[in-house]
């Protein structure tokens, strides 16, 4: 099985900043790497796939990078809606497996 | 508009059984792969089981092999999650979510709203 590690486990920052979240992998998954938003309360919401493709209706502040085993998921300046918690998820291997989580807060 | 919809969860005693249903809306069921995934209170995302587009493959995690049965039934456009055996540990809002391509190297473009699962006697 994939472990995926993201880090940081907690982010905090404010409205107009960068963030930086990362997730590596404990061996190639190739460019079959997602993103996700989780809200609270709420279901998780695609993000960016294939490692650096965004979604449908995703604000190109958001991006991916990365290959491999080390992924990076930036978003270039916080908006309020952003603060939430960031998985990323590995399906290029079963089982498909998803990182801890990073939440990011203000 | 692409919608999953959960239904099935509630409490259950340890050892019981339940069945999570996923009506599908928006989109041809068949042609596309579904999951299901689950999320503990307060903590992260485990990918559960899958079942390929037409049932051409299924898979699962080690936690819930022999115990849960995922299947499809494409012309009520409802997959399901038939869980058996249940402990304290599969207490968990269960989420279904749709493959985004016809492959298992897919990510997950559209999921449910989510059903609680409670295993406690």
């Known amino acids: 099985e994939i472990v995926l590690t993201q880090s940081p486990g907690t982010l905090s920052l404010s409205p107009g900043e960068r963030a930086i979240v990362s997730c590596r992998a404990s061996?190639?998954?190739?460019?079959?790497l997602a993103w996700y938003l989780q809200k609270p309360g709420q279901a998780p919401r695609l993000l960016i796939y294939?490692?650096?493709n965004r979604a449908t209706g995703v604000p190109d502040r958001f991006s991916g990078s990365g290959s491999g085993t080390d992924f990076t998921l930036t978003i270039s300046r916080l908006e309020p809606e952003d603060f939430a918690v960031y998985y990323c998820?590995?399906?290029?291997?079963?089982?498909?497996?998803f990182g801890q989580g990073t939440k990011l807060e203000i | 508009e692409v919608q999953l919809l959960e239904s099935g969860g509630g409490l259950v005693q340890p050892g019981g059984a339940l069945r999570l249903s996923c009506a599908a809306s928006?989109?041809?069921?068949?042609?596309?792969?579904v999951s299901w995934v689950r999320q503990a209170p307060g903590k992260g995302l485990e990918w559960v089981s899958a079942?390929?587009?037409?049932?051409?493959?299924?898979s699962y995690a080690d936690s819930v092999k022999g115990r849960f049965t995922v299947s499809r039934d494409d012309s009520k456009k409802t997959p399901y999650l038939q869980m058996n055996s249940l402990r304290g540990d599969d207490t968990a809002v269960y989420y279904c979510?749709?493959?985004?391509?016809?492959?298992?190297?897919?990510?997950?473009?559209?999921w449910g709203q989510g059903t609680l699962v409670t295993v406690s006697s």
């Open positions: 061996q190639s998954v190739s460019s079959n």
């Open positions: 928006g989109f041809t069921l068949s042609n596309y792969g």
């Open positions: 979510a749709k493959s985004a391509a016809n492959s298992f190297h897919s990510p997950f473009d559209c």
């Open positions: 079942i390929g587009s037409i049932g051409t493959y299924t």
């Open positions: 294939d490692e650096n």
């Open positions: 998820q590995q399906y290029g291997s079963a089982p498909r497996t």
